[in-house]
């Protein structure tokens, strides 16, 4: 399993940034993907993720209505577009899969629930 992203950068408050996550090594279609960040000296914390079929999304309450999560099954990506970004919002935010594991709506938002991650990609929100 590999997972790449890229698209982090600076911003300033209330812009908007496109973070994009390259997948390779597994039958991308068949698995949820997520977005985790982790802010410096915090724990890791999860942010959305999207079903296989490309359509059913789940976000954290401190992004909904802000971040989009969505996948192209085809290009086996998965992007997260983050508009109204704000200072909180700085972290390394890394693309995650599930794996062989199966997620429940008790625990998608556990990010310990996904055994795949990229490197991750740094996003700074700073005026």
């Known amino acids: 399993v590999q997972l790449v992203e890229s698209g982090g950068g600076l911003v300033q408050p209330g812009e908007s940034l496109g973070l994009s996550c390259a997948a390779s090594g597994f039958t991308f279609r068949k698995y949820p993907m997520a977005w985790i960040r982790q802010a410096p000296g915090k724990g890791p914390e999860w942010v959305s993720t999207?079903?296989?079929?490309?359509?059913?999304?789940y976000y954290a309450d401190s992004v909904k209505g802000r971040f989009t999560i969505s996948r192209d099954n085809a290009k086996k990506t998965v992007f997260l577009q983050m508009n109204s970004l704000k200072p909180e919002d700085t972290a390394v935010y890394y693309c995650a899969t599930p794996g062989e594991r199966t997620l429940t709506i008790a625990t998608m938002s556990s990010p310990y629930e996904y055994d795949y991650w990229g490197q991750g990609t740094q996003v700074t929100v700073s005026s």
């Open positions: 999207i079903n296989n079929d490309t359509v059913t999304a």
